[in-house]
């Protein structure tokens, strides 16, 4: 994928500027593994987040209709039957932008909330769903035909259910679907290292050899196809900031952030410092600028200025473009095709979300070394290279591959 220059920088201004802000950190590419902790488990443990335009994904699909997809519990063994937590929301918030090339706000206008009950004895759990918009919270858990919202239980046919919300209708999916994210992680920490002098200096594999550490896994996946017209609630937005948390119980009666996740591939990559890895998932978008983010910021520079040279050169001034990319949502511009390096806007932020077959790690490599470089994995695979390649997407919502 050939990238203009503007594209690169924008995209390298997103990963530093989030590591830069970043008081916490997410680990292990994309968001899987980001820090576990004794009292994570992998249920509640976001791994990546997905938004994009559903006629860019299907071209048979209704003009308008957007599609969010969180998925959660990293490493999900095939033939596994895993579940949500029955103690945590899992929420997307957006926000309704007037103006594309305004700064985000990280305020949340709008509000979907998930609550999981424990499963039954076909393995199947009923979902809560929560809507807050227009300063109103409105809880659904019944379909349009008189029956439990569920998930989808491992081997059986897809559960989408038809939920009516305030005058639209969305469509919901929950349960486990194959990890459509890819990359070699195991080798691009040996490269960082080399970088940071912190082990020997090499590349990345062949497309031969390398290795695709989520191929065969599964993943909690939520996805919520949404009519435009819901998002815009009168107001006429053509542009929504997207992120997602997990909240778990406080102990006092009410629920804590716990996890959060928009753009991928960002602290994981910058930030090596361990005790960095939790704070940020506790912080909303709104606090990115805040003083508390400045422990990390030294850090996550010095690792950028690191891996700007990769290629033997500095092409990159990360400290001229630390801030651009904060707060970090996914943004998406919804009059322009869909894509993680599809657009940028007046200020070189990324605005057009996020495909299920993005190449992140390579447009993310790219343009921190400022010149083409990738890890040499894909969605597909490398013909030859039995450690690589996903199962083909499903044609219809919501879209990602059955579970291995």
Do not use: C
């Not at 335009?53 to 895993?82: C, H, I, W």
């Not at 409105?138 to 989408?160: F, Q, R």
């Not at 969305?170 to 195991?186: C, K, N, Q």
């Not at 990159?316 to 996914?330: T, W, Y």
């Amino acid at each position: 994928m050939k990238l203009t220059k503007k594209i690169r920088q924008t995209i390298l201004a997103l990963e530093v500027a989030l590591i830069v802000v970043l008081t916490p950190g997410i680990i292990a590419a994309s968001d899987h593994d980001d820090g576990e902790v004794d009292i994570k488990g992998r249920a509640v443990n976001l791994t990546d987040l997905y938004v994009y335009r559903e006629k860019d994904q299907n071209s048979g699909a209704a003009d308008g209709d957007l599609v969010f997809t969180m998925n959660s519990n990293p490493r999900s063994v095939a033939r596994y039957q895993y579940y949500f937590s029955t103690t945590a929301l899992y929420q997307f918030h957006i926000t309704q932008v007037g103006d594309v090339n305004s700064t985000p706000t990280g305020r949340a206008d709008i509000i979907l909330r998930f609550a999981f009950s424990p499963p039954n004895n076909k393995g199947m759990q009923a979902v809560a769903i929560t809507v807050v918009r227009n300063g109103s919270e409105t809880t659904t858990k019944t379909t349009v035909n008189g029956g439990l919202i569920a998930t989808t239980p491992l081997n059986s046919n897809s559960v989408v259910n038809t939920v009516p919300v305030g005058g639209s209708n969305l469509t919901v999916f929950a349960g486990l679907r194959e990890d459509p994210f890819f990359f070699d992680v195991e080798q691009f920490f040996r490269v960082r290292a080399g970088a940071l002098g912190t082990g020997a200096k090499v590349g990345f594999k062949e497309p031969s050899r390398a290795i695709d550490f989520t191929k065969g896994y599964n993943v909690n996946t939520i996805a919520v196809r949404v009519p435009k017209a819901f998002l815009q609630a009168g107001t006429g937005a053509n542009t929504f900031d997207v992120w997602s948390t997990v909240s778990i119980r406080d102990g006092a009666g009410g629920f804590k952030q716990f996890e959060r996740l928009a753009r991928p591939a960002i602290n994981e990559g910058l930030i090596v410092t361990p005790e960095f890895l939790e704070a940020f998932n506790n912080i909303p978008p709104r606090l990115d600028l805040s003083a508390a983010a400045a422990p990390v910021r030294q850090e996550a520079v010095a690792t950028l200025n690191a891996v700007d040279l990769l290629d033997g050169s500095d092409n990159v001034d990360p400290n001229a473009i630390a801030g651009a990319f904060l707060p970090d949502v996914m943004r998406i511009d919804t009059t322009k095709t869909s894509g993680y390096a599809s657009a940028t806007n007046a200020q070189g932020s990324l605005i057009g979300g996020r495909m299920l077959m993005d190449d992140v790690i390579d447009i993310t490599l790219g343009a921190l070394v400022g010149s083409p470089v990738g890890d040499n994995v894909s969605y597909n695979g490398t013909p030859g290279n039995p450690a690589q390649g996903h199962k083909p997407l499903e044609p219809n919502f919501p879209y990602l591959a059955l579970p291995n």
